[in-house]
């Protein structure tokens, strides 16, 4: 597509349940990123893929995070047994390669809401 | 550890008048600096880049300078307008590993009229 994709856009869902976010990236990008954002903080790295290679899971903040991608295409977010701590906007970008960081295109985030 | 940090949380302009925003990062070996924009429920857009070899970059109304002695970074807007108005984000990265971009905690630009 012309940009990142995200969805669902908002997602309220209750302490305890399981989410999944997903992420299209723009065609042809073998880099899909995923940051979280907590309100008025800067961007928090979670997880990076890069083509076939394994992924760098270094950023993910617990074992309830976990990622996945289907070669270069899309990407979800699984969050389970959410937290309120897990209250963000989790945003997705994409570049043609590693060493791209001006080609980063951020999708518009998916804002999680645990309540 | 890395940091970035920006010193100023909210940045209020005139219309008309130039803009600068700074960032401080920690580790000398970041080689590549990127300034983002972020509007209102939107996501991040690439603003401007500058790698350790330069000291100054220049883009349409926006230059970036960047001191490598004191590791500090800034962006600098020319006759900010009210389109200007959002929060803006400083990224460093380093070793070109740029799947690590370490984000400052952006400042918030607001141009009055």
């Known amino acids: 597509g012309a940009g990142v994709s995200q969805s669902p856009s908002n997602k309220v869902t209750e302490k305890g349940k399981d989410v999944e976010l997903r992420c299209d990236p723009i065609?042809?990008?073998?880099?899909l990123y995923w940051y979280r954002q907590r309100l008025g903080q800067g961007l928090e790295f979670l997880i990076y893929?890069?083509?076939?290679?394994?992924?760098?899971k270094s950023g993910l903040p617990s074992d309830r995070f976990s990622a996945e991608r289907t070669g270069e295409s899309v990407s979800t977010l699984t969050i389970q047994r959410t937290q309120q701590e897990d209250s963000a906007v989790y945003l997705c970008?994409?570049?043609?390669?590693?060493?791209?960081?001006?080609?980063?295109?951020f999708g518009s985030g998916t804002r999680l809401t645990v309540v | 550890g890395e940091s970035v940090g920006l010193h100023l949380p909210t940045l209020s302009v005139q219309e008309g008048d130039n803009s600068i925003i700074n960032c401080a990062y920690s580790?000398?070996?970041?080689?590549?600096f990127i300034w983002y924009k972020q509007e209102s429920g939107k996501g991040p857009q690439f603003i401007i880049d500058?790698?350790?070899?330069?000291d100054k970059r220049q883009g349409q109304r926006v230059t970036v300078l960047l001191n490598k002695t004191v590791k500090h970074l800034s962006l600098q807007i020319a006759a900010t307008q009210p389109g200007d108005s959002a929060v803006y984000f400083c990224?460093?990265?380093?070793?070109?590993?740029?799947?690590?971009?370490?984000f400052g905690t952006g400042t918030l630009l607001a141009v009055q009229p």
């Open positions: 970008a994409s570049s043609i390669s590693r060493g791209q960081g001006s080609g980063y295109t």
């Open positions: 065609s042809g990008h073998t880099a």
């Open positions: 893929f890069q083509g076939n290679s394994a992924p760098d």
């Open positions: 580790n000398s070996a970041s080689d590549y």
């Open positions: 500058i790698r350790s070899n330069m």
């Open positions: 990224a460093v990265g380093y070793g070109g590993a740029t799947n690590k971009l370490i």
